[in-house]
């Protein structure tokens, strides 16, 4: 693929798509996808916690893979995100892995501030639930600038 930029000259550069041109291309904005998510959550868990976030997320202007929970942190990496490390902020992501006898396609979750959001509002933290909580598994979050 060839792309080209007028430079402030008036001639031409070529921005041959690298990966940087993926994110500058597609818009974030979390405000957009933290409202989709808050909007269509469900009372309770549904199990489509990937499916809530993805769609919230592209609402948010970021298209994405669909997969299962624990296969996404390579997706959002590929859409412009980025893994971060300590405390949450507004529109982060978090990917968790699954525990032994719990749901086997982990969980995926989008921060607003203040609480997590799947396919439901998790009153609790990052884990969606009691063996979530209980077992802890690794997780990694992702972020988008």
């Not at 916690?49 to 996404?72: F, P, Q, W, Y």
Request: aromatic letters at 14%; a neutral charge; one cysteine or more.
């Amino acid at each position: 693929m060839e792309a080209f930029n007028v430079q402030g000259d008036g001639s031409l550069c070529d921005i041959s798509y690298s990966p940087f041109i993926n994110e500058i291309l597609q818009m974030w904005n979390k405000e957009a996808a933290i409202n989709f998510v808050r909007n269509n959550a469900h009372a309770h868990a549904t199990g489509y916690c990937a499916r809530a976030v993805t769609a919230a997320i592209e609402h948010g202007g970021v298209s994405l893979h669909h997969d299962n929970a624990k296969n996404m942190g390579k997706y959002l990496v590929l859409a412009g995100f980025r893994e971060v490390y300590g405390n949450p902020i507004k529109g982060d992501v978090a990917i968790i892995q699954p525990y032994t006898g719990g749901n086997t396609a982990g969980h995926m979750a989008i921060f607003d501030g203040h609480y997590w959001w799947s396919d439901f509002k998790q009153e609790h933290g990052v884990y969606p639930g009691p063996g979530y909580r209980k077992n802890q598994p690794s997780y990694k979050l992702y972020r988008h600038n």
